[in-house]
């Protein structure tokens, strides 16, 4: 096992275990709800800033959601690692409130 072997902590956001490192993205990405870490010079501190914050972060709830509501598109972008759009913003508020649900998307499967 290599010292670059990091273990990636599941995603705040959707409790998916399906993280990686993406390359193109400089982050650590989320391939479920599409979250993205900080953006980072290099892979391993992608994966390190990825780890801090989702260690930081409770896993999402209906609470959370109903609370985010109330974010204007730009604070809710900068808060999920968004790029800054609001069509962004209602698919992911939407993606989220699916996951709660216990729907999944079979597209994207
Ligand atoms: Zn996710």
């Known amino acids: 096992m ?15 275990g399906n993280v990686r490192y993406k ?17 980072a010079p290099d892979e391993e501190m992608a994966i390190r800033m990825w780890d801090e914050r989702a260690g930081e972060l409770k896993p999402d709830s209906w609470e959370k959601l109903e609370e985010d509501v109330n974010l204007g598109c730009r604070d809710y972008c900068e808060k999920y690692r968004l790029e800054e759009c609001d069509y962004n913003m209602r698919v992911h508020m939407l993606d989220r409130a699916k996951k709660l649900a216990g729907i999944e998307d079979e597209a994207q499967r």
């Open 2 to 16: 290599s010292a670059k072997t990091t273990e990636l902590k599941p995603c705040p956001f959707c409790g998916s």
């Open 23 to 39: 390359e193109a993205e400089h982050a650590v990405v989320c391939a479920r709800c599409k979250a993205r870490g900080s953006i």
